[in-house]
């Protein structure tokens, strides 16, 4: 069975720094893109970015480029979405999901993870 | 980049009814997905390549085209169909999904 598992709720102040995960299972992580795909609260679905676990391939979204950074372990078939300084605008559900035909850089997404919310508050 | 514009914003119906939800795309589109999203959970994919149901998703849910519009039909509503929908294009970058029609119990 495919499963991404993302990590547990955070709440950070602004300024600081924050690494979330999304661990997949039940298929070969290294031959499927990773998204991740931001829902602020009460909003609608953006694109984030991909990663391709094989190669570490990375591509970003024209609003988050040089804003977070997505990356992937292979050896723990786990991706990352990360954050240098928070803002209160970060706050929002993050959600991770597999590219539904492998090695296709645009693609819809089969498996979601069940969500990362991010607290940014002073 | 292409900007997806859904209609209605808010759909109420009756179980058992038709629901017939709009995407329509700023420019040609090659390829399009739906989602349903329910409050809390992670959207789950209905629709791809415009027309195919996903594995498990029942034969209610269909998907058409014609030109830059794109259609999500669901026959016979049942109490769990109502949620958000939302549609995904994925032929040009930067993927850009709609801002998603409400389906609600009337």
């Known amino acids: 069975e495919v499963q991404l598992v993302q990590s547990g709720a955070e709440v950070k102040k602004p300024g600081e720094s924050l690494k979330i995960s999304c661990k997949g299972s039940?298929?070969?992580?290294?031959?499927?893109?990773i998204v991740w795909v931001r829902q602020m609260p009460g909003k609608g679905l953006e694109w984030m970015g991909i990663?391709?676990?094989?190669?570490?391939?990375?591509r970003y979204g024209p609003s988050f480029r040089g804003q977070v950074t997505i990356s992937a372990d292979k050896s723990i078939n786990t991706a990352y979405l990360q954050w240098n300084s928070l803002k209160a605008s970060d706050s929002a559900m993050y959600f991770c999901a597999r590219h539904g035909s492998g090695g296709a850089t645009k693609d819809y997404f089969d498996y979601w993870g069940q969500g990362t919310l991010v607290t940014v508050s002073s | 980049e292409i900007v997806l514009t859904q209609s209605p914003g808010t759909l109420s119906l009756s179980p058992g009814e038709r629901a017939t939800l709009s995407c329509r795309a700023s420019?040609?589109?090659?390829?399009l997905a739906w989602y349903q999203q329910k409050p809390g959970q992670a959207p789950r994919l209905l629709i791809y390549g415009a027309s195919n149901r996903a594995t498990g998703i029942p034969d209610r849910f269909s998907g058409s085209v014609s030109g830059t519009d794109f259609t999500l039909t669901i026959n016979r509503l049942e109490p769990e169909d109502f949620a958000v929908y939302y549609c995904?294009?994925?032929?040009?970058?930067?993927?850009?999904f709609g801002q998603g029609t409400r389906l609600e119990i009337k």
């Open positions: 995904q294009q994925y032929g040009n970058s930067p993927i850009t």
């Open positions: 039940g298929y070969s992580f290294t031959t499927y893109w």
């Open positions: 990663t391709y676990p094989g190669d570490s391939d990375t």
């Open positions: 420019q040609s589109v090659s390829n």
